[in-house]
């Protein structure tokens, strides 16, 4: 156990290598938090709307955020934030979820509708220079986005649609195209959410209301799975020592008492031994000048 505390909806797991600290979400209560392994508690900041994913940048104390009122960055010292850009600032039923940052640098983000019914979200991906395009779209519930060792593929989650799809990537330019069905996960228990994917290659998928944590194969088979004590996991990420700890995020959200009973830790931080370490998280690259 990371941290035993009950988060609504907790979420996107990242890990800074240089401060050996480990941030994540709460989506529903728009609060980021920040813990460093050798201390109790998480620092709790507040960010005022829902933000559902966070990124490094080349300052230790400041972060990117993908929140509903767009992509801002995230002074840690004092809260404050800066406005970037919002794609979605003309849907208003629609927010940016999950994302994570390129092996150049860039900053991709999925949204969603918020009822996850109707296929309206996109793939966004955020250059240096504020200009983001809109790279992908027709998804129910944007999620997991991770890239293999050699950036050859990105991966990308649509929950609702139970697949995990693979694109080729090209690195130099950040094109993604030729998108297939790297897993089509139906057949597992729970849906998945969101990914990482380690230093050997194999992509590892939290599963929400499937209590657990698989190991997919760079082909798409599914050849672990691993049970986590809580029913909702929503996302990996690798941390600690030679990045050889998975933190495991967790919700809380629309589970009865008698499931609260049934899964105390559910919100909660959770930590175990990977065999395989994980791949360094990579800053978001700004190339223009912002004051936060």
Known sequence: MFWDGRATLGEGPLWDTRTGTLYWVDIVEATVFAQAVNTAQPTRIDVQAQVGCLGLTNDPHMLIAGMRTGWQLLDLRTGGRTFLANPEADRPACRLNDGSVDPAGRFWTGSLEDGETRPEGRLYRLDGDGTHTTVDEGFYCSNGIDWSPDGRWMYFVDSRADLIYRYAFDVETGQASARQIFADTSSLPGIPDGLRV????????AFWDGAHVTRFTPDGAAVERVPVPVLR?????FGGPG???MYITSASLGLTPSQLKEWPLSGAVLERDAWTPGQPATPFRLTREVTV
């Open 198 to 205: 380690d230093s050997g290659g194999d992509v590892w998928c």
């Open 243 to 245: 990045l050889q700890t």
């Open 233 to 237: 996991p929503t996302s990996v990420a």
